[in-house]
């Protein structure tokens, strides 16, 4: 398995410019989320998806579109990006329930997108 | 709603010392506790759970947390540090298994 995959690594984009961050998992996870890391802030929720053609807002939704057409993709969205949206975003994938106590609740993480908005 | 707190941004500690990183949590329900580790330019890696059950709860790399509900607490430690330790920690908490909240990291040096 690849586990969680995200692209691109890096990007760099201008106040306005829109792009979508790739975040793919191979191993039938029905949960999948996005975070965001700022310095001195931890990890904040963004949105979530408990399952295919479900999403739900997190801590700090605004800015961001997401949609879940598949179990395996989980696309996030930026319709104009804004400076206060530099940051690096980390993709996470659950196993669902009833997968067994080691591996209950355990997120999988991508290894993260570092974007800037200049 | 629930919040995490990890007091001590950054923790120094020379290699073979204890190390002990300080979670607490506000939840109205009985929780779902985690303790994250990320190296540097990488994702976070899962150390330690507590869902239910045992209270002192062992993980990765001889690290292990207690639960201590009266506390609101799920410190962090490890008996002895060693300079691979040397990242960033996070704590989180969850009472749905839907969403997570994490506390704002506590980054740890070992001290050769």
């Known amino acids: 398995n690849a586990g969680v995959t995200q692209t691109p690594k890096f990007q760099v984009l201008k106040t306005g410019q829109s792009m979508t961050l790739q975040c793919a998992q191979d191993m039938n996870h029905e949960y999948m989320s996005w975070y965001r890391q700022d310095p001195g802030m931890g990890l904040r929720l963004i949105h979530y998806?408990?399952?295919?053609?479900?999403?739900d807002q997190g801590e700090v939704p605004n800015g961001y579109n997401v949609s879940r057409s598949t179990t395996e993709d989980f696309p996030l969205r930026l319709l104009s990006a804004a400076p206060s949206q530099t940051s690096v975003y980390f993709c996470a994938s659950r196993p669902p329930p009833g997968s067994g106590f080691l591996l209950e609740n355990e997120q999988f993480f991508g290894p993260g997108t570092r974007l800037t908005v200049l | 709603a629930q919040s995490v707190t990890q007091l001590g941004s950054h923790v120094s500690v020379s290699e073979g010392a204890l190390v002990l990183l300080r979670c607490n949590y506000s939840?109205?329900?009985?929780?779902?506790l985690f303790w994250y580790v990320q190296y540097p330019n990488q994702g976070l890696q899962l150390l330690l759970k507590?869902?239910?059950?045992?209270?002192l709860v062992k993980g990765i790399n001889g690290f292990e947390a207690e639960f201590k509900k009266s506390e609101t607490s799920f410190h962090l430690t490890k008996p002895s540090a060693h300079m691979s330790d040397a990242a960033e920690y996070f704590c989180a908490v969850s009472n749905t298994g839907n969403q997570f909240y994490f506390g704002t990291g506590t980054s740890l040096t070992v001290i050769p």
């Open positions: 939840s109205s329900v009985p929780p779902y």
């Open positions: 998806s408990v399952g295919a053609g479900i999403t």
């Open positions: 507590y869902t239910t059950g045992a209270t």
